[in-house]
T-cell receptor
Framework: DGGITQSPKYLFRKEGQNVTLSCEQNLNHDAMYWYRQDPGQGLRLIYY???????QKGDIAEGYSVSREKKESFPLTVTSAQKNPTAFYLC?????????????FGPGTRLTVL | AQSVAQPEDQVNVAEGNPLTVKCTYS??????LFWYVQYPNRGLQFLLKYITGDNLVKGSYGFEAEFNKSQTSFHLKKPSALVSDSALYFCAVRDIGRNNDMRFGAGTRLTVKP
């Protein structure tokens, strides 16, 4: 987990609320990613960013939004449009966006909708 | 489309015995293959990857994996299992033509019994 921090560790959201998950890295990596993990389904890509001020949708971007204003930060907002947001959210980074690069993961944020 | 399969949800081995966690993949081009491990409520930790070259890849904590192109497999192995190896293991694949799309398997839960 070293070099990538996510906060908070646990987050509870009421129906209809937007919440923002923080992801910060001090690895000087260009690329950052957000994944969602559900039991038995592995990880699914929500959004990724190869460079500051640019990001692309992944497989399950609906109901989520991101920004990349600084190289070290890639916050994820879970909006009220996301129908089933309860999940474990993982942020990752890699040196660049090349397919040979290793992605390194943060410790995760567990989001629960009340 | 690229995909990866982990055919076993659960693998049980006795401490000291060799372990194998299976992974098969499907890509249109040359595959880049990764293994990660996840402990409860934690992020993923990188174990090893295959990019090119020697089919036997050595990684962290005594793990190794063998790339088999004809069988499209990338099984994770360890000669002597430890109780502390008990965790969730993920295989992932990236395709040379898809820079930012890493596909994960559903995961295999390894339990090492003393």
């Amino acid at each position: 987990d070293g070099g990538i921090t996510q906060s908070p560790k646990y987050l509870f959201r009421k129906e209809g609320q937007n919440v923002t998950l923080s992801c910060e890295q001090n690895l000087n990596h260009d690329a950052m990613y957000w994944y969602r993990q559900d039991p038995g389904q592995g990880l699914r890509l929500i959004y990724y960013s190869q460079i500051v001020n640019d990001f692309q949708k992944g497989d399950i971007a609906e109901g989520y939004s991101v920004s990349r204003e600084k190289k070290e930060s890639f916050p994820l907002t879970v909006t009220s449009a996301q129908k089933n947001p309860t999940a474990f959210y993982l942020c990752a980074s890699s040196m660049s966006g090349l397919p040979t690069d290793t992605q390194y993961f943060g410790p995760g944020t567990r989001l629960t909708v009340l | 489309a690229q995909s990866v399969a982990q055919p076993e949800d659960q693998v049980n081995v006795a401490e000291g015995n060799p372990l194998t966690v299976k992974c098969t993949y499907s890509v249109s081009g040359n595959p880049y293959l990764f293994w990660y491990v996840q402990y409860p409520n934690r992020g993923l930790q990188f174990l090893l990857k295959y990019i090119t070259g020697d089919n036997l890849v050595k990684g962290s904590y005594g793990f190794e994996a063998e790339f088999n192109k004809s069988q499209t497999s990338f099984h994770l192995k360890k000669p002597s299992a430890l109780v502390s190896d008990s965790a969730l293991y993920f295989c992932a694949v990236r395709d040379i033509g898809r820079n930012n799309d890493m596909r994960f398997g559903a995961g295999t839960r390894l339990t090492v019994k003393p």
